[in-house]
């Protein structure tokens, strides 16, 4: 069996139009996902504990955030936090910092990233504390933002999460 010249014309066609449909289809996949990643996206904090010596006290937090959807394309920059103390109904700041991969990190589909926070406390953040944890056990939980590279650009959605101590 020949092939003549327009059944190849035909047939590169065939393979063009595949091919283009292929890499249009799997981007617009992908983009189909994107405000479900958004919206999905979770922090947690596995492990928050204080280490008291005479002169500070030292918070160690641990935040896990992953992306738990398929979608590809979120980058993890940094995390703004604040430690804060349940005080009838006010929160009371105790201390805020930031943390952060060295450079930014993808948050690949079905991934998470580990991230360690650290707060020192000392003079007055530190009397405060001393303060609340010689009335009880205070009830700890952690604000902030993730910082975020998108399609949108940079993002920031907040994030207040109760804690509970773990020494």
Same mark, same amino acid.
């Given at each position: 069996?020949?092939?003549?010249?327009?059944?190849?014309?035909?047939?590169?066609?065939?393979?063009?139009? $595949?091919?283009?449909?292929?890499?249009?289809?799997? &981007?617009?996949?992908?983009?189909?996902?994107?405000?479900?990643?958004?919206?999905?996206?979770?922090?947690?904090?596995?492990?928050?504990?204080?280490?008291?010596?005479?002169?500070?006290?030292?918070?160690?937090?641990? !935040?896990?955030?992953?992306?738990?959807? &398929?979608?590809?394309?979120?980058?993890?920059?940094?995390?703004?936090?604040?430690?804060?103390?349940?005080?009838?109904?006010?929160?009371?700041?105790?201390?805020?910092?930031?943390?952060?991969?060295?450079? =930014? $990190? =993808?948050?690949? &589909?079905?991934?998470?990233?580990?991230?360690? #926070?650290?707060?020192?406390?000392? @003079?007055?953040?530190?009397?405060?504390?001393?303060? !609340?944890?010689?009335? @009880?056990? =205070?009830?700890?939980?952690?604000? #902030?933002?993730?910082?975020?590279?998108?399609?949108? #650009?940079?993002?920031? =959605?907040?994030?207040?999460? &109760?804690?509970?101590?773990?020494?």
């Amino acid at each position: 069996m020949k092939i003549n010249s327009r059944q190849i014309l035909i047939l590169s066609l065939v393979l063009v139009t $595949v091919g283009t449909w292929t890499y249009l289809l799997l &981007p617009t996949a992908n983009s189909t996902y994107y405000y479900k990643a958004l919206e999905d996206l979770t922090i947690q904090i596995p492990k928050f504990t204080t280490t008291s010596t005479s002169s500070n006290v030292t918070i160690m937090i641990t !935040f896990n955030v992953s992306n738990p959807t &398929p979608y590809v394309g979120l980058t993890l920059a940094s995390i703004s936090f604040q430690a804060l103390i349940q005080n009838g109904s006010i929160d009371e700041v105790i201390g805020s910092s930031g943390t952060g991969p060295p450079e =930014p $990190v =993808p948050l690949k &589909p079905f991934s998470y990233h580990i991230l360690e #926070g650290t707060l020192v406390l000392t @003079g007055g953040n530190m009397a405060q504390y001393e303060r !609340f944890v010689a009335q @009880g056990s =205070p009830e700890w939980h952690v604000g #902030g933002t993730i910082d975020l590279w998108a399609r949108d #650009g940079f993002l920031s =959605p907040q994030f207040d999460i &109760p804690v509970t101590m773990s020494m």
